[in-house]
């Protein structure tokens, strides 16, 4: 009998980020803006809950929260800005729903790329430090601006 391997952490890390990023493009087009914020917070303290299972640290929602308060913070003006386009009829809400979308994946995408390497180096949620990470966020930001690019050929911000 040929046994199956276990998929590494780092494997599954990689898919439920991927996971994560197809559903925030997803969570960036719905119609109201506020609705589709507090999704996209949701789905990534979700993606922070299920890294720590995958490495088996202590989740902590107050620190995730945070965590992704300090990092996405910086992107939610543009997002907000982006989402509020919605309220415009035909282009507007065309142009608001496809930026909402590759920007919601981007975001998610860097968080993840950020916790990975966090709990890769043995570290937890009490040793996360947001202001020694920005700029590999920043990085991983634009680099899931490319993977969302790749998974939804035609969305541009």
Request: proline residues 4%; charged residues 15%.
């Amino acid at each position: 009998m040929a046994e199956t391997a276990t998929p590494s952490k780092a494997a599954l890390a990689e898919q439920s980020i991927k996971n994560h990023l197809l559903a925030a493009a997803a969570v960036g087009v719905a119609p109201l803006p506020w609705v589709g914020l507090a999704a996209l917070a949701g789905l990534q303290l979700n993606l922070l809950r299920c890294l720590a299972k995958i490495y088996e640290v202590e989740f902590s929602t107050q620190i995730g929260k945070s965590a992704i308060g300090a990092l996405v913070g910086s992107d939610l003006s543009v997002g907000l800005s982006l989402s509020l386009a919605k309220a415009l009829p035909g282009p507007g809400w065309v142009a608001g729903a496809a930026s909402g979308a590759l920007l919601g994946a981007a975001s998610t995408y860097a968080l993840g790329k950020v916790f990975v390497q966090h709990f890769e180096s043995g570290n937890t949620f009490l040793t996360f430090d947001p202001a020694k990470v920005k700029a590999y966020y920043a990085q991983q930001y634009e680099q899931g601006k490319e993977e969302a690019r790749k998974n939804f050929a035609g969305l541009r911000p």
